[in-house]
């Protein structure tokens, strides 16, 4: 069982940056590939980035390739989302996702066994 906790989230003015954090107090979170999804309000979740478990592969959705980056920090068990150039689409409920899965299919959130709580980000225009 791997707990996630996510932080960071918050307002934010348009064309701002946020960064997202989400930690797990496993060690054994360092052996899982990490993820971020997006719910915004009325919409489905859907996927935003993906790295493996040893941060040397990622993936992006469109929407947010060359804005968002996401990076990990296996020695403090901790993945994180930094978001440049928000925009007002970029506001929803952030949640991060860990497990152990293929670079085919880390962008599916059915791949994804452990979950967080997760955080809310708001972009004002």
């Known amino acids: 069982q791997v707990q996630l906790v996510e932080s960071g989230g918050g307002l934010v003015q348009s064309g701002g940056s946020l960064r997202l954090d989400c930690a797990a107090p496993?060690?054994?979170?360092?052996?899982?590939?990490g993820a971020w999804f997006r719910r915004a309000p009325g919409k489905e979740r859907e996927f935003v980035a993906a790295?493996?478990?040893?941060?040397?592969?990622?993936r992006y959705a469109d929407s947010v390739k060359g804005r968002f980056t996401i990076s990990r920090d296996n020695a403090r068990s901790t993945v994180f989302l930094h978001m440049n150039h928000v925009e007002p689409e970029d506001t929803a409920v952030y949640s991060c996702?860990?497990?152990?899965?293929?670079?085919?299919?880390?962008?599916?959130?059915?791949?994804?066994?452990?979950w967080g709580q997760g955080t809310q980000v708001t972009v004002s225009s």
């Open positions: 996702a860990a497990g152990r899965v293929d670079s085919s299919d880390n962008s599916d959130e059915r791949s994804y066994a452990y």
């Open positions: 790295i493996s478990w040893s941060g040397g592969s990622t």
């Open positions: 496993e060690r054994t979170f360092g052996y899982y590939a």
